[in-house]
Structures are given as structure tokens and as C-alpha cells.
């Protein structure tokens, strides 16, 4: 008997962990670790070297990966947010990077194309960029939350508009920024070998935890995704709290434009966060946050977005080209909605209850 | 003053009596004249010549059949944005099998319509019988359809297929139209051999549309998906067919868009399921689903192609205002259909219901 | 099959999460006759027919139609036209952006083509012959809600049916049209034709119906010949008085307290966007008084103009005597007021958040954005009124979404309570859950207005208001047509204040 109760309450243990939501991009990520070990393990290896600047600096995969996945990281948390608040995702956030990091150039570069110093202060055109990103935000907002246009079809027009804003802001031209103090965003601090996007990332996810913790935004936001009427009822106002979301993603955008233009220290409009809209939906269901809106869970999608560059780096690792590298994540995405749609769910938990009824009988006869 | 009013009123009572598609395609059948007018008068007189026209729907031609196709998802209240994708891998398999495997004209076409089924067959399936969010499926399409279409050749190029290069210069005169050149001879205007699969599908599908009851279908189901199913009408199948119908386009489209350009390349028709959505909701389609029809949506595409005329020979000529116009156009359009969808329910709202029972 | 039956349906089952609509229901239909469909708001009536019509799957039981052996298979409404059945729904389903004449003949028929020369000439045949103000290429949704309604009948009664199902039609017509419609429900019995006639109004079913079939809470309450059954007794059979267990309840209160003191809450001229009528109210501390009337009568719209729940368009509000301005459920929230609304689903319940979360939900609204409630605090406050309410839960964590319809009432019941309202409206707060949670509610309910709450009941189930309450406003066709207080609260006096009219 007391056998028994100690297994059932493993099992519910066990269970529980299971149906926790960050179990998903955890097994994800176990997976394709134990892919890559059983197809090469060097792809794990971590050397310290010096670059061009004699900075120490650690390089391989792991470091690229939490490099390169900072961006995506940063822009799961608004684009977390902004799913579970309106139930749609905003696709224009790959132009509206484009359009915040053309902003910092231009505020940097005034109307020098190559000037020596910087025309103004970094952060003075962080801040530039950051409103010009919110109003962005804003603009999709307002369409979703007043004019109630669904958000996917609300962002197309800036996802078709926002790269040729971003050259227009810079006239089509490519400045070139050559102080070395630009680069840290994108590259290493002096001394330290980790690369500062991963820190930003960091703060970021710091922030945003704060926020959570010291705010009631994550209670609203998902009273309003899941029941818009009850949380009317309960004295929320969905359309602000739907339009807040979507200046907060808004304001990551801009973050990942500064770390984007710094990495390059100029920009290429058509392809300065390429597919990065795609990434970062896919981070979102990785995390296993429903892309109909609702219940979120922050550090998921996070984690998402670092296995998303897992999966990018390990592509490139058996030598996919990276405009290929759209088709195999397409493949991911499908497989991810198919498994948690409505319909297909109720078959599998039909199947997996059939399982378990026939799994008990059968010891029994 | 009072004969002046009374046309006003009949004329606003006759407005008011038009069914939304009627009402959203005579907006922009309107507008598109008007600019077009416009453009004679104070731009250039190179907007006289007929073979402007032409060379507009020449260069639009596979925009209009995935535009149409597009345009049909729209009616039954779903969105198709893999189109140009699509598109992409089409002219790229194309010019592959036409080049590398020695393959013919024909089985070019085969494998266009090919492709178009095999979207068509996958995506309809997961948006209408597994009910997942159509914009999710189609976007995975459309990376999917990029993705693949680098896989199968990663570099641009054109293609030297005797057969193809006879087919892209062919050019149609149209009698009686035309324009003197500065010597006086008279030149016909031409148009392309896309242009008569334009033709085609677009009178197909019209009649499709409006004469046959699968067409009333894809209306019921846009207007009311519920109310649909009530009627007795089968709402997955309409769902499913009519993505089928329009990644087929997709696939025709491609196919005209390779005969158009004459080459492969995976940069082939970027941004064109933006401009077809685009099309579609300039040309008067709902996004709401309902409303709409391909003529609507053929205007849709010359309007397009009309004010990047327009834009560009005012000298605006960058090539970032194309992208800025269109969207501006679209942000228009989307706001006036918005609008009018509030207007149309205040007015019915009004009318007396005082029994009306809630839920 | 019974003799003369066009339609048997036997012990169906439906259930729906949390929910359990129809519990072993038969229903009989002969030919040629009018049978009304009677219960109140959530018996089961729509559900039914919906089963029937194929829009809902069945758990169990089977339906049998006259010329089938056997039990007909009915999965979709196109079954059910092909069967023979045609339904009129209490929602419009037709497709507003279709023409009027589209809307008749979509869905029907055989072949491929349409001839619409042949399909408006058709309609306008139909729409002349029923006297429908409505051209056949107009389209239907710059028709009145009145003619959709119509062009819906004039849809069902066009198809060669057996059994016609009109599931609250009259509620959209005004009295010309109803006199209109029960011409032609006459005709059709003529032919022949099994008639289903669901409606609230009383006088429309003694005026055409031949029979009656009532149902409670998803249960057949009785099938009834219409002489054998008075207007009272059938409201009385509809709201339900077999609840003897609850007669430990008693109302102790005062019937009328502190006369003289301000009101916790006044309204003059109260009105909203929800098309009721102007009305007056004020309660004061410790009373309980409730709004009655039946179904569509505006007693919800009532309370949700009190709570700012739809847009108010006049009226002037006092709470404890200062006049104070009510347009959002905040400010009403903010003045001490807190509304339990009418659908736990859709205005109730935030189906996927924890227990924990629904009940902490309004307080920490109000409590604003930058103060959250540590999650120990939370979890205090959901545990304490767990205990106080009994709430039968897994964990604090579990979603609220996967409690018994009784438990997710009492979650939101216990989120109001959290908030220490002064006024407290529950409108329906005993719908659809079972008899020993409906007690409990009642009980606090005197309970909370002895500590000096004001309460405001709104209860389908007469009974239930009568022990509760100290005043009743009456109210009908979304007027407020009376007030009853201390004798005049008896079972037979709120009846016939409903009813109206005739004195039974």
C-alpha cells in the first residue's frame, strides 16, 4: 500500500515536470545536443583566442550561439508578450530592426557618410531609435487593438514598408561608423571574452523578470489574451494593455537594432535581420506559449530563442546555406502547430489514455 | 436646389443598396480611373500611349493569377501568404528542369502545377481540417517555398532553353491599338503570352464565382462561417478547395512569371505576397472574408502597378518608395474597410430590435 | 415509433465540459401539430434542437423520423435538410453578405450551375406569397433584423420539410409580422408538417401551439396538452419548485431596514447603450433585493448599467449620497460595487489562469499596476476563501477552466468577496450548478447582508429569490413594471406580475 502511494506520488512528480511548459525547449534542446555529440563532438569545443583588437576572447559554437541568439532572445520577450496579449504575432519586427538601426546610424553619422567622431553621444541615438521603435509599436498597436485588424495582417504593412523606411532614413546610403566604442554592443568590452549581446540579453531577461515580479503586467496581459470580456468586466481596458505589448516590443526592436548595426558598425537594409520574424514566432512556440494568445511563460520562449540558434548553428554545421536554412525551420514550425492544434491534441490524448487503459488491463487478465 | 438634392439622395440610396463587393470594386474600378486620368493630364503624355497599359499588365501578369487565387482564400475568410514563395520555386525548378535535364516547355508547366498542387493539397489540409491559424500554416509555406527554392539552385540564372526564349519574346499585337512613333509609322501596342492566361483565369474564376454553387460557397463561408454550416454548406471543403485553387494559381502564376523573366533565381518575386495581398484588399476584398471578386482585385494590381508608375515618373524614382506606397495604400484601404464595416453595422444596429434577446 | 409521430427522439445525452445540458430528454412530435419547447435560460432547449439539427454531436440516446426504420444518423444540418428537418435558429444564420434571394436558396438543391434569372424570380415569388418587405437582389444585411428573421422563415418553410424547428423567431418581429408568421405556422400544420416552436413569450404559445414539452436544468420536466396545463402552472413547472430541501433557509431580515438612512447606492433615470428603459434604483446597507422577470425582460442589462458594464447613456448616480460618475467597471469597482455577471464562461472565469490568479484577479486590479501581491500573499488570500467558501479545488494552481461549473462560481464569487465590495450584484449566480452549491450561495448571501452588505440576486428560480430577498422589481419587455415588498412576495403574486395581463 504505502509502496504503492510513494510510486503514484513519483509518478505525479514526474508527471508535473512534464506537463510544465519549459520542458519543451529543454527536450528540444537535449535533443539536438545529443544529436550534435553523436555527430561530432568537437562541435561543443571552446578555445580562447585574442582578436584583431588583442582582446581575449573565447570562440565555438556554444559562444556563437549565445551571441547570435541574444537578438532573438531580446525580441521573444516582446514578441511573447505581444502573442499572449492579442493572440496574433507582429511580423514586421525584421524591418522595424532595420528602421531603429538606421535611426542610430543617422543620429550618429549626422549627414556624414564616414565621419571620424561621432555626431552625437551612443546613447542619445539609442534613445532616438528606441522611440522611433515604440512609435512603430504604437502605430501596430493602435490597428490591432482599435481598428481590431488581425495582427499578423496590421504588421504586414510595416513588414512591407519598414526596409524601404530604413533607407530612406539614410538617404540609401551605407555609413560607416568607425568609432571602436560602437562596436562593444555587438562585439567584446575590452578584456572581458564573452560577448557583450549575451549580457544585454541578460539584462534584458533581468529587467523583464522585474518587471513581472514588481508589476501586475503578466496577470493583465494574459486576463486579457485569454477572456477580453472578463477582464473588462474586472476593470482592465484590453485595448491599452494590447497596445502597451506592442510598444514594449517596440522597444526590444530597438535594443536588437543597436546590437545589430554594431556588430557590422553600418547596415544593409535588405538583409540587417533577415527571417528574423520567423525565428522569433518560432521561439515563442518552442516555449511552448500558445500562439492563439493566453497563458505565457517568459523563460521558455527565452530558452526558445537560444534553441533556435542552436538549430541555426547546427544547420550551418553540416553546411546548409543560410537562405536555405527558412526551409528546414518552416518543417520545425509545422511539425510544432500541428502537434499542439486543437484537434490533433484531443486525437493523442485520446490514444495515449487508450494506451494507458490497455496498459492497466492487461496485467490484470 | 431640390431636383439637386433628390439625385444626391437616390444617389446615396442606390449606394446604400449595393452589396459590399459591388460597392468595394466600384471604389477602386473609380480610383483607378481617376489616377490613371490624373496621370494624362499632369504627368507625362507617355500615359496616352496605349502600350503603357500593356507593359503594365505585361509585368503584372503573374501578380494578377496569384492575386485572383489569393483574392478567392480571401472570400472564405483565411489568408494565403506562400504565394510568392511559391512563385520562387516554381521559375526555379523550371529553369532547372528546362536547363539541366534537357526537360521541354510542357513538363515545365506539369512540374509548376505540381508544386501548386502539393502546397495547395498541405496547406488546405492543415488550415481547414486541422483548423490551425492560416497565417501560421502559410508562412511556414512561404519560408518553406524560399528555403527550397536556394536548395534546389543557389544561383541566379538565365535560362538559355530555345523553346522558353521563343515564348518570352512572343509578343501579341492587339489590332487597332497602338501608337506613332516620332516618324510617324504607326506601332501596335503588344501584350505577352502571360496576359492570356491573365485573361483566362481571370474570366474563369469570375465565373466560377458568381454562376456556379461551389463559387456562392466560398461567399457563404466567408460571411458567416457558422451561418454556412447551418445552410448545409460543407465549410472544410470549401476551405480546403479553395487553398487548393490558390496555390495552383500560385503555381500557374510562377510559371508565367518564369516565362515573363526568363530565368531562376531565389530572390525571384520577393515581396510579392505582399503585393498580392495588397492587390487584394485595394481591388475590394475583405479581410474579414465575404466580400470581394477578381476583377475587383485585377484593378487591385494595375493600381499598384499605376501609382509605382506614377511615383517614379514624378521623380520619385528611389527605390524605396515602392515599398512605402504600397503600404501606405494598403494602411488606406485597410482603415476605409474598417470603417465601413462599423458604418454598415451602426446602421443595421439602429434599426428597431427592441425584443432582441442576448445569448 | 408512437402513432402520428413525425419525430421521436429518445434519451438523448449531451454534455459539455463542465456542463451536463441534456440528461435522458425525449421528445415527441406528431404531424400536423405545433409543440412548444418551454424551460428557462439554460434547460436545454437550444441544445436539443442542436442536436437535433446536427450543429452538436449526441453522447447517447437515438432519433427516430417517420419513413426511416431505424434510427436516422444526423451529423451535420445538411443531414438534417436532407432528412427533411428545417430549422429557423434564435441566432440569424444567414450570410449577410449574400443577397436575400442567395441566402433562401444557397446550401439546397442539386446541380452545379446558378440561374440567378430563375433563383430571384423564385424568391420574389416567396417573398410576395409571405409578404416580405424585401427585394430579392437586396442584400441581407441592409435588411432589418425583423425581415432577416422573416427571409429565415420563408428559407425553412420553402424546403419540402416534415418537421420544422423555429427556435425563438417571434423575438425580432414586431406584432403584424408575429400574426404573419402564425398564419403560415397554421398552414403548414394543414400539410401536415410537425412544428417546434420555442419562444418565451406565453401568450404566442396559448395562442398556436398545441401541445407542450417543458425542460429543466437539461431534464424533461413533462409533455402536456396545452388545455391541461394553465399559463401558471406552466411557469411554475418551468422555474422549478421541487426544491423542498432549501426550506431550512429562511429570511430573517427586516423586511425593510433603516428607512431613513442614505442609500449605499441611488440611480435616477439609469440608462444604457443595451436598449432598456430609463429606470430608477437605490438599495440600501444590508438589504437584499433582486430584479425578476423573465428572459430578455432586461434584468441583466439592468445590473450591468449599474456596474458600467456596456455604455451608459444617462442617469444620475449616488453612492452614499454623493453623486459620483460610473462609466467603466473600474470606476463602479473603485465605488465599492462588484458584479458577478450572468455567463460564468464568457464574463466570468479566465479559463486557463490558476485558481489563485481568478480569485486575485479584481483586488489586484484595483489595486493598481505597480502594486502586485506577492505570490505568498496571493496564495494566502486564495487559500482563506477556498476554506470560506469550500471550494473544491486540486491545488491554488490548478486552472479554473478544469473545476465543476459550481466551483468556478464560487472562485468568482470568492474574487468579489475578496474585494470587499459594499454593494454586491449576482446576477444568476446559481446557473447551471448543483442544488447543494446553489444552498450554500443563498446562505451566504444572508449571511454577507447581515454584516451589512447590500446585495442585489438575480435568480431564474423564483424560490430561491423569494427566500432571499426583501424587494423585488419586476421587470418586462425591459421596462421595470413593478415593485413588491413584504406580503406581496408570494410564489402566485410574482407570477402574475410577470405574466402580465391576464389574472390567472
Not at chain 1, 537594432?257 to 553600418?266: A, E, F
Not at chain 3, 453578405?97 to 433563383?119: C, D
Not at chain 3, 425563438?168 to 394543414?190: C, G, N
Not at chain 3, 430561491?464 to 422589481?473: H, I, P, V
Request: hydrophobic letters at 45%.
Amino acid at each position: 500500500m504505502t509502496e504503492k502511494t510513494v510510486l503514484r506520488k513519483q509518478e505525479s512528480w514526474i508527471s508535473s515536470i512534464l506537463r510544465h511548459q519549459i520542458i519543451i525547449p529543454i527536450a528540444a534542446l537535449l535533443l539536438l545536443s545529443l544529436f550534435n555529440l553523436i555527430a561530432d563532438p568537437s562541435f561543443f569545443c571552446i578555445t580562447l583566442g585574442h582578436n584583431s583588437a588583442g582582446n581575449p576572447v573565447l570562440s565555438g559554437n556554444l559562444i556563437t550561439i549565445i551571441d547570435c541568439g541574444s537578438e532573438l532572445a531580446i525580441l521573444a520577450i516582446g514578441m511573447t508578450l505581444v502573442t499572449a496579449a492579442s493572440g496574433g504575432q507582429d511580423i514586421s519586427v525584421g524591418a522595424a530592426i532595420a528602421i531603429s538601426g538606421s535611426v542610430i546610424i543617422r543620429v550618429l553619422c549626422g549627414t556624414n557618410t564616414r565621419p571620424d567622431t561621432l555626431q552625437a553621444p551612443i546613447i542619445v541615438a539609442f534613445l532616438v531609435a528606441c522611440l522611433v521603435a515604440m512609435a512603430f509599436g504604437a502605430f501596430n498597436g493602435a490597428l490591432v487593438a482599435f481598428f481590431r485588424i488581425q495582427p499578423m495582417v496590421a504588421t504586414l504593412i510595416l513588414f512591407t514598408a519598414g526596409r524601404s523606411i530604413a533607407a530612406w532614413i539614410n538617404n540609401n546610403e551605407l555609413p560607416v561608423i568607425s568609432d571602436e566604442s560602437f562596436t562593444y554592443f555587438g562585439g567584446y568590452l575590452p578584456g572581458i571574452p564573452i560577448p557583450t549581446p549575451f549580457f544585454i540579453a541578460l539584462l534584458c531577461y533581468l529587467i523583464t523578470w522585474a518587471v513581472l515580479k514588481f508589476t501586475t503586467l503578466g496577470l493583465y496581459v494574459q486576463s486579457v489574451g485569454i477572456n477580453e470580456k472578463t477582464a473588462h468586466l474586472n476593470g482592465l481596458n484590453p485595448v491599452l494593455i494590447k497596445l502597451a505589448t506592442y510598444i514594449l516590443l517596440g522597444l526590444c526592436v530597438a535594443v536588437c537594432g543597436l546590437i545589430k548595426v554594431s556588430r557590422i558598425s553600418t547596415i544593409n537594409y535588405s538583409v540587417i535581420a533577415k527571417d528574423i520574424e520567423m525565428d522569433a514566432i518560432l521561439a515563442v512556440a518552442l516555449g511552448g506559449n500558445s500562439l492563439s494568445g493566453g497563458k505565457f511563460n517568459m523563460s521558455a520562449s527565452i530558452l526558445g530563442a537560444y534553441v533556435i540558434q542552436f538549430l541555426t548553428t547546427t544547420l550551418y554545421k553540416f553546411n546548409v546555406q543560410s537562405d536555405a536554412l527558412s526551409a528546414y525551420k518552416a518543417v520545425v514550425v509545422i511539425v510544432l502547430v500541428v502537434l499542439s492544434a486543437p484537434s490533433v491534441r484531443e486525437k493523442l490524448s485520446a490514444l495515449v489514455r487508450k494506451l494507458h487503459t490497455s496498459g492497466q488491463t492487461t496485467p490484470a487478465a | 436646389m431640390a431636383p439637386q438634392i433628390q439625385t444626391r439622395s437616390r444617389l446615396r440610396s442606390r449606394i446604400s443598396r449595393l452589396s459590399d463587393t459591388n460597392l468595394l470594386t466600384s471604389i477602386t474600378v473609380a480610383v483607378f480611373i481617376v489616377m490613371y486620368l490624373c496621370a494624362i493630364l499632369f504627368l507625362q503624355r507617355g500615359f496616352l500611349k496605349p502600350q503603357t497599359f500593356f507593359n503594365m499588365l505585361n509585368a503584372n501578369a503573374a501578380l494578377v493569377i496569384m492575386s485572383c487565387g489569393l483574392t478567392l482564400v480571401m472570400i472564405t475568410g483565411g489568408i494565403d501568404i506562400s504565394v510568392g514563395g511559391v512563385t520562387a520555386l516554381v521559375s526555379m525548378c523550371s529553369a532547372v528542369y528546362l536547363d539541366y535535364h534537357g526537360g521541354n516547355l510542357f513538363g515545365a508547366l506539369l512540374i509548376s502545377l505540381g508544386i501548386g498542387l502539393a502546397f495547395g493539397l498541405v496547406q488546405g489540409y492543415l488550415v481547414a481540417y486541422l483548423e490551425i491559424q492560416p497565417f501560421i500554416v502559410t508562412l511556414a509555406g512561404m519560408f518553406f517555398a524560399r528555403g527550397m527554392t536556394t536548395i534546389v539552385h543557389s544561383e541566379p540564372f538565365n535560362v538559355a532553353h530555345q523553346g522558353l526564349v521563343a515564348l518570352k519574346d512572343t509578343r501579341i499585337s492587339i489590332p487597332f491599338l497602338g501608337s506613332f512613333n516620332k516618324r510617324g509609322d504607326f506601332i501596335p501596342a503588344y501584350m505577352e503570352i502571360g496576359v492570356l492566361a491573365v485573361i483566362a483565369v481571370t474570366a474563369g474564376l469570375f465565373a466560377v464565382l458568381k454562376w456556379t454553387k461551389t463559387g456562392r460557397n466560398f461567399y457563404a463561408v466567408g460571411g458567416s462561417r457558422q451561418s454556412a454550416l447551418m445552410l448545409g454548406i460543407n465549410v472544410k471543403r470549401t476551405v480546403f478547395l479553395s487553398h487548393l485553387i490558390c496555390s495552383l494559381l500560385a503555381g500557374l502564376g510562377g510559371f508565367v512569371f518564369f516565362i515573363h523573366v526568363g530565368s531562376g533565381s531565389p530572390a525571384h518575386a520577393s515581396g510579392y505576397e505582399m503585393n498580392a495581398i495588397a492587390s487584394s484588399i485595394i481591388g475590394g476584398t475583405m479581410l474579414t472574408g465575404g466580400v470581394g471578386n477578381v476583377i475587383g482585385t485585377f484593378f487591385g494590381v494595375m493600381s499598384l502597378a499605376l501609382i509605382q508608375n506614377i511615383v517614379s515618373s514624378v521623380g520619385f524614382d528611389q527605390p524605396w518608395w515602392t515599398g512605402i506606397t504600397i503600404a501606405v495604400m494598403l494602411c488606406l484601404f485597410l482603415i476605409v474597410q474598417s470603417i465601413i464595416i462599423v458604418k454598415r453595422k451602426q446602421s443595421n444596429q439602429s434599426e428597431p430590435s427592441a425584443n432582441a434577446e442576448k445569448g | 415509433m408512437r402513432e402520428k409521430s413525425v419525430l421521436e427522439m429518445h434519451g438523448i445525452y449531451k454534455s459539455f465540459p463542465g456542463v451536463k445540458a441534456l440528461q435522458n430528454v425525449d421528445f415527441y412530435l406528431r404531424e400536423g401539430e405545433i409543440h412548444a419547447l418551454m424551460g428557462e435560460n439554460g434547460a436545454g432547449k437550444s441544445t436539443l434542437i442542436k442536436v437535433l439539427t446536427g450543429v452538436y454531436g449526441k453522447d447517447a440516446g437515438e432519433i427516430y423520423l417517420k419513413g426511416h426504420s431505424g434510427p436516422v444518423r444526423i451529423h451535420s444540418p445538411q443531414d438534417a435538410q436532407n432528412a427533411g428537418i428545417s430549422t429557423v435558429y434564435q441566432e440569424i444564420s444567414l450570410c449577410p453578405n449574400l443577397s436575400v434571394a442567395e441566402n433562401i436558396f444557397i446550401g439546397r438543391g442539386k446541380g452545379m450551375r446558378v440561374s440567378w434569372k430563375q433563383m430571384n424570380s423564385d424568391a420574389a415569388k416567396l417573398l410576395t406569397s409571405l409578404d416580405i418587405p424585401a427585394k430579392p437582389t437586396q442584400q441581407l444585411a441592409s435588411c432589418s433584423i425583423a425581415v432577416q428573421q422573416m427571409v429565415a422563415i420563408a428559407r425553412a418553410v420553402d424546403m419540402d420539410c416534415r418537421v420544422l424547428i423555429l427556435d425563438e423567431p417571434t423575438s425580432s418581429l414586431d406584432e403584424s409580422e408575429v400574426a404573419k408568421l402564425f398564419r403560415l405556422m397554421r398552414q403548414l400544420r394543414e400539410r401536415g408538417v410537425g412544428i417546434v416552436f420555442v419562444t418565451h413569450f406565453l401568450d404566442q404559445v396559448y395562442e398556436v401551439c398545441d401541445r407542450i414539452t417543458v425542460l429543466r436544468n437539461g431534464q424533461l420536466v413533462g409533455e402536456y396538452e396545452i388545455e391541461a396545463l394553465p399559463r401558471v402552472q406552466l411557469v411554475s413547472k418551468m422555474l422549478g419548485k421541487e426544491l423542498d430541501d432549501m426550506a431550512d433557509i429562511k429570511n430573517n431580515l427586516p423586511v425593510s431596514t433603516e428607512k431613513d438612512s442614505v442609500p449605499v447606492y441611488e440611480a435616477k433615470g439609469l440608462c444604457s447603450t443595451e436598449g432598456i428603459q430609463p429606470f430608477d434604483f437605490e438599495i440600501r446597507r444590508g438589504e437584499v433585493n433582486g430584479f425578476t422577470g423573465l428572459l430578455g425582460s432586461g434584468r441583466s442589462e439592468s445590473v450591468r448599467a449599474i456596474f458600467g458594464a456596456d455604455r451608459v447613456t444617462s442617469g444620475e448616480v449616488k453612492v452614499n449620497g454623493t453623486p459620483v460618475q460610473i462609466k467603466k467597471p473600474i470606476d463602479a469597482m473603485r465605488h465599492g460595487i462588484a458584479y458577478l455577471a450572468e455567463d460564468r464562461k464568457r464574463d466570468g472565469i479566465v479559463g486557463d489562469l490558476s485558481v489563485r490568479d481568478n480569485i486575485i484577479l479584481a483586488l489586484q486590479v484595483k489595486n493598481g499596476f505597480f502594486k502586485p501581491f506577492s505570490k505568498a500573499k496571493a496564495i494566502k488570500f486564495a487559500r482563506e476563501y477556498i476554506k470560506l467558501l469550500d471550494i473544491k479545488t486540486a491545488s491554488v494552481n490548478t486552472p479554473v477552466a478544469s473545476l465543476s461549473g459550481g466551483n468556478q462560481q464560487k472562485v468568482i464569487l470568492a474574487r468579489w468577496l475578496l474585494t470587499h465590495p459594499n454593494y454586491l450584484i449576482l446576477d444568476e449566480p446559481t446557473r447551471g450548478i448543483d442544488v447543494g452549491t446553489k444552498v450554500e450561495i443563498q446562505k451566504l448571501v444572508l449571511k454577507l447582508a447581515a454584516e451589512g452588505m447590500s446585495v442585489t440576486f438575480i435568480s431564474s428560480e423564483t424560490d430561491e429569490m423569494l427566500r432571499t430577498c426583501s424587494r423585488l422589481l419586476v421587470m418586462r419587455d425591459r421596462k421595470l413594471v413593478g415593485e413588491l415588498t413584504g406580503d406581496q412576495l408570494t410564489q402566485s403574486h410574482i407570477m402574475n406580475t410577470i405574466a402580465g395581463g391576464e389574472q390567472a
